[in-house]
């Protein structure tokens, strides 16, 4: 089943803070966040394990719950850069490697 | 290194021809997968692959067919195409074995089905 992100967009001021949430029914081993520019390909940002380690980005940050099964993703004092749409990736149960995608939030940044 | 490299960038399919979509990655991962984005639905797994010879079912399988018979390549094949196969086709490799699971995505293919 497909995670559920929410805020469906969301527009910002240069500096300003935004948190974006990604919320899974089934246990998860892990979740992944991602960044996709218009006609491009995703990229990786960060990804989050069961057990609490981290791995990623250098200027954004994520939490991961596992009891909620859920993980949000901090974006702080916000970049013209960051604005593109989010994604968030689970991985959970026996299903390990096969990343099942949230249905993206759309950040837009202004001067 | 290419990285991940999808060809062709674009089609123009009519109802019911056939095509391949071609994926290859040269940083000698695993897993490989085939997704598609269709506007508001995020990336959605047709299928994927945990090695050569290895292949399983995603969310939407049906229509699409694929093998691996390499490490490297990993071809998605439309059978009979249908306007709702309208999409943009993304292909990803990852290596869990390093400690993440982070996919590499090609630059996408954008299908269009008359």
């Known amino acids: 089943q497909q995670p559920v992100q929410s805020p469906q967009a969301v527009i910002l001021r240069e500096g300003e803070d935004a948190v974006i949430n990604c919320s899974s029914s089934?246990?998860?081993?892990?979740v992944h966040w991602y960044r996709q520019k218009h006609g491009e390909a995703p990229v990786f940002l960060m990804i989050?394990?069961?057990?609490?380690e981290q791995k990623g980005h250098e200027k954004i940050s994520a939490s991961f719950n596992e009891k909620k099964q859920q993980s949000s993703l901090y974006l702080t004092a916000s970049q013209l850069s960051y604005s593109g749409t989010y994604f968030c990736g689970t991985e959970g149960g026996t299903s390990y490697g096969k990343l099942t995608f949230g249905q993206g939030t759309i950040l837009t940044v202004h001067p | 290194n290419a990285g991940v490299t999808q060809t062709p960038k674009f089609q123009v399919l009519k109802t019911g021809q056939s095509m391949t979509l071609q994926c290859a990655q040269d940083?000698?991962?695993?897993?490989m997968s085939w997704y598609r984005q269709d506007p508001g639905m995020g990336l959605r797994l047709i299928h994927y692959?945990?090695?050569?010879?290895?292949?399983d079912q995603g969310e939407v399988p049906n229509g699409y067919n694929v093998s691996r018979s390499t490490t490297e390549d990993f071809p998605l094949r439309l059978l009979s195409a249908a306007p709702s196969q309208t999409s943009v086709y993304f292909c990803?490799?990852?290596?869990?074995?390093?400690?993440?699971?982070?996919?590499?995505f090609g630059p996408g293919t954008r299908l269009t089905v008359l």
């Open positions: 989050l394990l069961k057990g609490g």
């Open positions: 089934k246990a998860l081993y892990s």
């Open positions: 990803a490799s990852s290596e869990p074995g390093q400690g993440s699971n982070e996919q590499f």
């Open positions: 692959s945990v090695g050569a010879g290895i292949t």
């Open positions: 940083m000698n991962h695993e897993y």
